[in-house]
């Protein structure tokens, strides 16, 4: 055992989980370990303007690297101001490990300076939330958080330090490497489970492959992808999972869900057999109703948390396992098995309703009226982005057209706030991604509300370098919320509408570089010019006010 200070302890520990960037706002109460940073530079303090900032920038850290990443923050509203981004991560299944230095541990039930019950309020979004009580159990305690976030199904873990534990304290501790102290290998799929799904699979005539987070996690989409080809299933993405499997592959219909493709949705209602790999089958997916999945399909539903499978709709399998391992299991298995590799008929279905989506979304590039619409920016944006970019996608109605409307060849390049649906999301785990991969471009699309929530961190990314693009479509109104309004309530609009800067000219004068587009024909080379420039970028685009998508309750509605 050697000794060593607890605030080297803690940067030890996380260098040996890969961790190199660090996000918060400087703090008193843990300062031991960013002095550790001062002469240790292999490990970055990303110092932010808020800490909703410091939260999602780790979530889109810890989605496209599949690594643990580190908040660090103060007490009292340092670590409150973390919440809504850690639920973006527990929502998003994301590794993120947001650590609090606390009041001195004599000082609780005192009502001391910043004294809150953070360990209370961070466990509905966190899968562990501690404190820890001794200095000696810092280690103990970190690799536990570590284990918890990486293990299963990922998710975020809060830890509280007091102050005092850290201070100036000394403990005994070897820095041991993860596989020392959380599992290594994926949980495998039970054999029977295997066979009773290659039975099932055997019957069908219709089989529909839904692909889900899980398979992107898993780094399986190449082994989804096999399994489609070789056994003729065409396949369908989870909402907001569009980047799990290659979207120009030919099997590939598109996304299911509220602001997905109307043809995914028709061949799953067409589908008799649906194998669901790596999804929860959640809220925006399914609506937990009868519009996608028909009463009488039969569903293979493969996830790695038991909690979820059966949970909606019952199953007639469920296969607790890693989704790469249950893929390997299913070819193997196959190819021992007389199935049907080829389904003409159902193959073809499935490449008409392809052919259909494809149609619907280049039609829309006649779409020539001013202020543009979204859909028509969309159009431009698939015709210039390179393929390996990363796109993060706001909430809202302007970026709610990008579900259907991109495309994506590699698995982690589409982050979204899920069933969180929390605006402001976009632009931090932007800059949280582009850290993560440097080498890739990367996106924000925001709607004009929800951009200027976290917009404040454009500072951070001049001063840091972080070089995303974000793109700002701008109808001076939240959106989303003006559709009901609109469609439901005879456009009696209250607190709908809000007015912007030019967002061309805040990114100047932040030192950043500044877009500003009226017509389509723009749109390509000012977005090429903005991942090229060499400095964080916006991109401002005027969008027409009265272009809303369909509520999301609508069909409840009798829409």
Request: proline share 7%; aromatic share 8%; charged share 20%.
């Amino acid at each position: 055992m050697a000794e060593i200070a607890s605030g080297k302890a803690v940067i030890e520990l996380l260098k040996a989980e890969r961790v190199r960037h660090i996000f918060g706002i400087v703090g008193s109460t843990f300062l031991d370990v960013l002095d550790v940073l001062y002469d240790d530079k292999s490990v970055e303090y990303i110092n932010v303007r808020h800490e909703q900032g410091a939260a999602f920038m780790a979530d889109g850290l810890a989605r496209v690297t599949g690594t643990p990443a580190v908040c660090l923050v103060t007490s009292g509203p340092g670590a409150t101001n973390l919440l809504t981004g850690i639920a973006s991560a527990y929502v998003g299944h994301s590794p993120v490990v947001a650590i609090s230095g606390g009041p001195a541990f004599g000082n609780y039930y005192k009502d001391a300076f910043q004294e809150l019950d953070l360990v209370s309020m961070f466990k509905p979004v966190t899968k562990l939330s501690l404190q820890v009580n001794k200095t000696d159990r810092l280690p103990e305690m970190l690799h536990h958080a570590m284990r918890v976030a990486m293990t299963g199904r990922k998710g975020p873990v809060f830890l509280d330090i007091p102050r005092d534990l850290m201070n100036g304290q000394i403990l005994q501790t070897e820095i041991g490497q993860p596989g020392g102290y959380r599992p290594d290998h994926p949980q495998l799929p039970h054999p029977d489970a295997t066979r009773q799904a290659i039975g099932i699979l055997k019957q069908a005539e219709r089989p529909l492959m839904l692909v889900g987070g899980g398979v992107t996690w898993a780094g399986a989409s190449e082994l989804a992808v096999r399994l489609s080809e070789q056994y003729a299933l065409p396949m369908i993405t989870a909402y907001g999972r569009n980047d799990a499997v290659p979207n120009a592959h030919p099997h590939y219909v598109g996304p299911l869900g509220r602001a997905g493709s109307p043809e995914a949705a028709a061949i799953c209602r067409r589908a008799d057999v649906l194998l669901v790999v790596g999804s929860r089958l959640g809220n925006f997916t399914t609506f937990y109703d009868h519009r996608y999945i028909q009463p009488g399909t039969r569903i293979i539903q493969i996830d790695i948390d038991s909690r979820d499978i059966g949970r909606t709709y019952p199953v007639a399998l469920g296969v607790q396992a890693d989704a790469g391992e249950a893929l390997k299991a299913l070819l193997a298995a196959l190819s021992q098995e007389r199935v049907p590799a080829s389904r003409p008929d159902w193959l073809q279905e499935a490449k008409g309703f392809r052919s259909q989506r494809l149609t619907r979304l280049q039609n829309e590039s006649s779409l020539n009226t001013l202020p543009l619409k979204p859909q028509r920016v969309y159009v431009e944006l698939r015709r210039v982005l390179p393929p390996d970019t990363i796109v993060t996608l706001d909430a809202g109605a302007a970026p709610a057209y990008g579900y259907d409307r991109l495309n994506f060849t590699r698995p982690g390049t589409f982050l979204t706030p899920l069933d969180l649906g929390g605006l402001g999301f976009a632009f931090p785990v932007a800059l949280g991604a582009k850290l993560g991969r440097p080498d890739a471009p990367v996106l924000a699309i925001h709607g004009d509300g929800g951009f200027l929530m976290n917009s404040q961190e454009i500072e951070t990314a001049v001063r840091h370098q972080i070089n995303a693009v974000t793109l700002v479509m701008n109808n001076n109104c939240w959106g989303s919320e003006k559709a009901y309004q609109k469609q439901f309530y005879n456009k009696r609009y209250v607190g709908a509408d809000i007015g912007n800067p030019r967002y061309d000219k805040f990114a100047e004068l932040f030192g950043a570089k500044g877009y500003y587009v009226e017509h389509a024909d723009q749109i390509g080379d000012v977005m090429q010019a903005a991942l090229r420039c060499g400095k964080p970028a916006i991109v401002e685009v005027p969008i027409d006010p009265d272009e809303f998508p369909t509520p999301a309750t609508a069909s409840k509605r009798g829409e």
